[in-house]
């Protein structure tokens, strides 16, 4: 079989919508330990299916400002999904071990971020297993979701990742904050390709990102939309170890 390589700018330009959505009323609970077991009950099952989710996630951490936006996503009751770098795992721990502690889903995003179409098997898995065990040592847990730096991956890449048992994790659309790092842009962009199950690129070591936050994250849930990791936006994809989400042109899993 002949390499595929996919870039996912190849991905076609997300439709934009922008219907507001009022939060549904939630019903009144009658005491106050009845609301915290329902909030308790909410937060362990969510289901995408009945709610309108989305995910955040924040490549390439964790960054500098990850415990300003760890504050923010505790403040709101939002959960996010953060593809880590393996050496930031190592310099920053104490950041790795409160995502887990609070909620948040890891995932691996390489050790040094190399593009994995252009290394050598053995490379990647080197890459992925040092992440494996960084954040293992930083939090206790080990991360289940594969993003290949740069959203590049081939059959080589599919491969490594089935041998880890993890799917590869590609985005919906990005808010292109690092490109723009202005946070008025980033809230916009942010905002304009928002869509139910939709799972949107952010970085943690951009500023302006963590510093929009507090508004963006308001917005979202005033348009309706419950934050949440990727694996619940996923669940119902069904995905094996080695499947690319969501399935870049000219990719089949
Ligand atoms: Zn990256």
Redesign the pocket.
Known sequence: MSRQIVSLLAIATVAVTLTPTAASAAPTPKAPVQAAAVAQAKAKAVDCAQLKCIALTF??GPGKYAGTLLDTLKKYNAKATFFLEGQYVKSRPAFVKRMAKEGHELGN?SYS?PNFTTIEPDAVKNEIQKTQDAVKKAAGVEPKLLRP??GMLDVQTSEVAAEFGMPMILWTAGSRDWATKNSAEIKKQTLAVAKRDGIILMHDWVKQTVDVMPSLVKLLQSRGYTLVKVSDVIKSQNLQPGDAFPVPEGWEN
Do not use: M, N
Request: charge should be negative; glycine fraction near 0%; avoid cysteine.
């Open positions: 490549d390439d995003h971020h730096p740069y």
